[in-house]
Antibody
Framework: EVQLVESGGGLVQPGGSLRLSCAASGFTFTDHWIHWVRQAPGQGLVWVGRINTDGSRTSYADSVKGRFTISRDNAKKMLYLQMDSLRVEDTGVYYC?????????????WGRGTSVTVSS | DIQLTQSPSSLSASVGDRVTITCRAS??????LNWYQQKPGKAPKLLIYDASTLQSGVPSRFSGGGSGTDFTLTIHSLQPEDFATYYCQQSYHTPYTFGQGTKLEIK
């Protein structure tokens, strides 16, 4: 079964750090760019960033640039989101999502998400 | 950044109705527009990509159209499982922005 499973969410104080993980299975991980998307409580979807197949290229939303870092370990089929200098407005559910290897960007497989709460 | 504006923000309809949701981009994005469906507490699901291509496994009652700046998602003959929130997303360039969402509710 094609699957993405996020983990690592939790409660953290403003200014703190957290690392989210995304475990892939059931497909050739190295064929796919992977995205992170977040959703604040009761709000819409916001693209956070993406990483290419070998981890050499990343892109980020301006709201997280310089604070968040996406990386991957292809041998372990794992994706990571290192979140530093966290703010209250970073609170939400974080999803990892797969981008098919052909054609324009789209997210065809999503994880179930992991919840992050930034609060004092 | 490219802004996407969906209309309406919410919509009430009945089973069997045909509904259309519109997504307008702040600049031309050719055909690079995707549509997702999200149900409460669940991850989004890809419905349509490249404006009008139906994702594998998605029922044919869903269709997409448009190009440039104006796009539509149409659901022909609503089914009970279609009541959800729908989002458009542009894939023209980063940041890959989403519309604010359209909540489709049962009348």
């Amino acid at each position: 079964e094609v699957q993405l499973v996020e983990s690592g969410g939790g409660l953290v104080q403003p200014g703190g750090s957290l690392r989210l993980s995304c475990a892939a299975s059931g497909f050739t991980f190295t064929d796919h760019w992977i995205h992170w998307v977040r959703q604040a409580p009761g709000q819409g979807l916001v693209w956070v960033g993406r990483i290419n197949t070998d981890g050499s290229r990343t892109s980020y939303a301006d709201s997280v640039k310089g604070r968040f870092t996406i990386s991957r370990d292809n041998a372990k089929k794992m994706l990571y989101l290192q979140m530093d200098s966290l703010r209250v407005e970073d609170t939400g559910v974080y999803y990892c999502a797969r981008d098919p290897p052909m054609g324009r960007t789209r997210m065809d497989v999503w994880g179930r998400g992991t919840s992050v709460t930034v609060s004092s | 950044d490219i802004q996407l504006t969906q209309s309406p923000s919410s919509l009430s309809a009945s089973v069997g109705d045909r509904v259309t949701i519109t997504c307008r981009a702040s600049e031309t994005i050719s055909l690079y527009l995707n549509w997702y469906q999200q149900k409460p507490g669940k991850a989004p699901k890809l419905l349509i990509y490249d404006a009008s291509t139906l994702q594998s496994g998605v029922p044919s009652r869903f269709s997409g159209g448009g190009s440039g700046t104006d796009f539509t998602l149409t659901i022909h003959s609503l089914q009970p499982e279609d009541f959800a929130t729908y989002y458009c997303q542009q894939s023209y360039h980063t940041p890959y922005t989403f519309g604010q969402g359209t909540k489709l509710e049962i009348k």
